[in-house]
């Protein structure tokens, strides 16, 4: 698989290296206790000093400055006398209500990861997730649905344009169906990109509020209609694109299967499914998706992050009659299975 970062290995070979992997999460809980404070947004307008930010912020003081120091070093901070102001990267991407903001699976990140992360020993002994609460607790919560729905939105901010550009065959087809697609987010960038195309959503009840919502910030209500459901209780609505997107990771490979069987049944005659998640490979130093697929362990009952092949047998199996792939941004994997006209 291509367009995965690799990591050699470099600097575990000293034990000075090995120390600062051990201790990276130091690195990780700096930048999540910012965007838990709301520092870029802080830094938003202006640069400002250490006491001014510790006041906006309601901060003791003590190890402020070595905070804004480390945050300096990771570049994420500009130092000018004794003033911070935002790096590039933080100005362009952590600074709430900027249309590429991606704060929201930051906090989700802060929220359930980190404190995942920290029993993973436990997962390994036990193949139980360690994260607080599980999907469908949170969902009842308006407060932990809104969010879970900022982390998604953040995330296909980020694909959406990769995913328009990686797939040549809007034009071909007339109706796309995003199923799991949360608010609608990634369905209606796509139809905003091909207008000739009408969007639907299938995803569970509770999210339909947030749903119009979206739509109507996006000025696409109408364009793009929700379907409310469970895709494994019920048939998934007919279109000539189906869409599945960093979804298939939070269940087992039969769970997989079965879902890719309904697509199939989904999938208009000529039509195609589109399956895009961090899909794994037999080199251990893409190390990312390895990691996201330790996610899956401490936070769902079965889920993972699989092979293409997997995807393949399964989509061969339920009657696709080819299937390809190619690299979807940095870590994503994009794959595609035709259906006979």
Request: aromatic share 8%.
């Amino acid at each position: 698989m291509t367009g995965i970062a690799a990591h050699d290995g470099a600097g575990t070979s000293t034990p000075a290296g090995i120390l600062r992997l051990a201790n990276a999460f130091c690195d990780a809980k700096a930048l999540l206790s910012a965007v838990e404070l709301d520092l870029f947004s802080t830094l938003r307008d202006e640069a400002r000093t250490p006491q001014e930010i510790g006041a906006a912020l309601g901060l003791h003081g003590r190890g402020l400055r070595d905070w804004l120091q480390l945050l300096v070093g990771l570049d994420l901070l500009e130092r000018d006398g004794d003033r911070y102001r935002n790096a590039p990267g933080a100005r362009s991407y952590l600074v709430r209500g900027e249309p590429l903001y991606i704060g929201g699976f930051l906090e989700r990140s802060n929220r359930n990861l980190y404190p995942a992360w920290g029993r993973l020993t436990e997962a390994l002994r036990t193949g139980k997730p360690q994260a607080g609460g599980d999907f469908f607790t949170m969902i009842e919560d308006p407060r932990l649905l809104g969010q879970f729905v900022d982390m998604m939105d953040a995330l296909t901010h980020v694909l959406a344009p990769q995913l328009l550009a990686a797939y040549d065959g809007w034009d071909r087809y007339r109706c796309v169906l995003d199923v799991g697609g949360c608010r609608g987010n990634m369905a209606a960038r796509i139809v905003a990109a091909h207008p000739r195309l009408t969007g639907r959503v299938f995803d569970l009840p509770q999210m339909a509020p947030l749903f119009d919502e979206k739509m109507a910030e996006l000025g696409m209500t109408g364009k793009v209609t929700f379907h409310p459901g469970d895709f494994f209780t019920q048939e998934l609505p007919e279109a000539d694109l189906v869409v599945i997107g960093h979804a298939l990771h939070d269940w087992s490979a039969e769970q997989r299967r079965l879902l890719v069987h309904k697509a199939f049944r989904s999938v208009r005659p000529g039509g195609e499914l589109l399956v895009y998640d961090r899909m794994l490979d037999e080199d251990p130093r893409h190390v990312e998706n390895l990691v996201i697929s330790l996610d899956m362990l401490l936070v769902t009952d079965g889920g993972s992050e699989y092979t293409v092949a997997e995807l393949r047998d399964h989509a061969r199996a339920a009657g696709f009659v080819s299937v390809t792939d190619r690299p979807l941004g940095d870590y994503d994997t994009l794959v595609v299975c035709r259906k006979a006209g």
